[in-house]
């Protein structure tokens, strides 16, 4: 990256801050400081006023364990803006709390939001518009696959094709780039949340057991897997009979989740499949050699790299720190806004490229 000494001095009078807005968690990563905040995108609120209570970790927290008068909410669970006024709020939330730690007053940011792939303008204008509200200067969008390889740090500007999977809570992001462009790309409901979905569906399938939502995802995240373990494990899972009404506690396999969550795992893997079915003969050459890189939380699926490896035979790898990589990529776009505009999304009224 070239060396601009006068961005570096505006960087000084300025905040430009990149946003990964999640569907299950918010990174900000403030232009030289690095990711400052990382929460999780919930909103507690008033049921009766729609007032946001809590924002972030401390409304998730709350979650399962609110009063009748108070809902925790995630307004993006399905990737895009379902609640725009709570979004907002929290968006609003998350910059003046990256302003707060500026030791010079500044005037209001500039911002660059990641957005999943294949959203609808608008989709898109709602996003913008939220930032617009919340104090922005000027809002840059950038589609998420792009910004997640470019965290990975894939060479996304070469001619040479290369892929990425984005495993997030609500959404999966699948693209094919090249050029700084996206060859073919894929968006699907189906990725941590809908594992989690399962393995609730599964201990009341065959054990008559309710779990919560958090305990489900506490057993995919230590027990769960993609292809068999070395070594199989076991986990404790309490929740309410529903026979009996009672508090029950039952021990549960590695090989029992595996099960459960199989038909999401399956259903990402074809959505891989039919991604490349569609990319032109030579980058999928390129992509025997590149690979295929994964990012998000869900990427952290135990085996899934190597399920995907096998069922692909193309090699699939974890990028590093795999949750921050949109945060990452969306600080690299504004330390060089100015040479990497082409790489933004452009809205059809009132234009964010120059
Ligand atoms: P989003 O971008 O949609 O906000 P994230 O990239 O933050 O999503 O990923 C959140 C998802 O990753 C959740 O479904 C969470 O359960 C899952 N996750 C986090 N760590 C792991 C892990 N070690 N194994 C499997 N899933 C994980
Ligand atoms: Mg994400």
């Given at each position: 990256m070239k060396f601009n000494p006068l961005n570096w001095l505006l960087g000084f009078f300025s905040l430009d801050i990149g946003i990964d807005l999640g569907t299950a968690n918010t990174l900000v990563n403030v232009r030289?400081?690095?990711?400052v905040i990382n929460e999780p995108s919930w909103v507690a609120i008033n049921k009766k006023t729609r007032e946001p209570l809590a924002i972030g970790a401390e409304a998730k927290e709350m979650v399962g364990r609110t009063p009748t008068n108070v809902i925790a909410i995630r307004p993006l669970r399905d990737g895009v803006i379902s609640e725009f006024e709570i979004t907002q709020a929290m968006l609003e939330y998350f910059i003046g709390k990256a302003h707060e730690q500026s030791i010079v007053p500044v005037p209001r940011p500039r911002l660059v939001i990641g957005i999943p792939s294949g959203v609808t303008e608008v989709e898109k204008r709602a996003v913008y518009d939220a930032g617009m509200s919340a104090g922005a200067r000027e809002v840059y969008l950038i589609e998420e696959p792009i910004a997640a390889a470019l965290g990975a740090g894939l060479p996304i500007s070469e001619i040479r094709g290369s892929m990425i999977v984005d495993i997030g809570g609500g959404t999966s992001e699948l693209a094919v780039l090249s050029m700084g462009g996206i060859v073919v790309s894929r968006s699907l409901r189906v990725a941590g949340d809908e594992m989690d979905q399962d393995i609730v569906q599964y201990m009341r399938n065959k054990y008559n057991l309710l779990i919560g939502e958090r305990m489900a995802e506490q057993a995919k995240i230590t027990i769960g897997s993609a292809y068999h373990l070395p070594q199989e494990k076991t986990m404790t899972l309490r929740g309410r009979?529903?026979?009996?009404g009672l508090p029950e506690a039952v021990e549960i396999s590695s090989v029992e989740i595996r099960e459960a969550i199989n038909g999401s795992v399956q259903t990402i893997i074809d959505t891989i499949k039919d991604a490349l079915d569609e990319a032109p003969p030579e980058i999928v050459a390129d992509l025997m050699e590149t690979g295929i890189c994964m990012t998000g939380g869900g990427s952290q699926l135990q085996m899934l790299d190597k399920r995907i490896s096998e069922e692909m035979r193309i090699r699939a790898w974890v990028a590093d720190d795999p949750m921050s990589c949109v945060a990452r990529g969306a600080g690299i776009i504004l330390e060089d806004l100015d040479h990497l505009n082409h790489l933004l999304v452009g809205l059809e009224r009132g234009s964010t490229k120059h």
């Amino acid at each position: 990256m070239k060396f601009n000494p006068l961005n570096w001095l505006l960087g000084f009078f300025s905040l430009d801050i990149g946003i990964d807005l999640g569907t299950a968690n918010t990174l900000v990563n403030v232009r030289g400081k690095g990711i400052v905040i990382n929460e999780p995108s919930w909103v507690a609120i008033n049921k009766k006023t729609r007032e946001p209570l809590a924002i972030g970790a401390e409304a998730k927290e709350m979650v399962g364990r609110t009063p009748t008068n108070v809902i925790a909410i995630r307004p993006l669970r399905d990737g895009v803006i379902s609640e725009f006024e709570i979004t907002q709020a929290m968006l609003e939330y998350f910059i003046g709390k990256a302003h707060e730690q500026s030791i010079v007053p500044v005037p209001r940011p500039r911002l660059v939001i990641g957005i999943p792939s294949g959203v609808t303008e608008v989709e898109k204008r709602a996003v913008y518009d939220a930032g617009m509200s919340a104090g922005a200067r000027e809002v840059y969008l950038i589609e998420e696959p792009i910004a997640a390889a470019l965290g990975a740090g894939l060479p996304i500007s070469e001619i040479r094709g290369s892929m990425i999977v984005d495993i997030g809570g609500g959404t999966s992001e699948l693209a094919v780039l090249s050029m700084g462009g996206i060859v073919v790309s894929r968006s699907l409901r189906v990725a941590g949340d809908e594992m989690d979905q399962d393995i609730v569906q599964y201990m009341r399938n065959k054990y008559n057991l309710l779990i919560g939502e958090r305990m489900a995802e506490q057993a995919k995240i230590t027990i769960g897997s993609a292809y068999h373990l070395p070594q199989e494990k076991t986990m404790t899972l309490r929740g309410r009979n529903l026979v009996t009404g009672l508090p029950e506690a039952v021990e549960i396999s590695s090989v029992e989740i595996r099960e459960a969550i199989n038909g999401s795992v399956q259903t990402i893997i074809d959505t891989i499949k039919d991604a490349l079915d569609e990319a032109p003969p030579e980058i999928v050459a390129d992509l025997m050699e590149t690979g295929i890189c994964m990012t998000g939380g869900g990427s952290q699926l135990q085996m899934l790299d190597k399920r995907i490896s096998e069922e692909m035979r193309i090699r699939a790898w974890v990028a590093d720190d795999p949750m921050s990589c949109v945060a990452r990529g969306a600080g690299i776009i504004l330390e060089d806004l100015d040479h990497l505009n082409h790489l933004l999304v452009g809205l059809e009224r009132g234009s964010t490229k120059h």
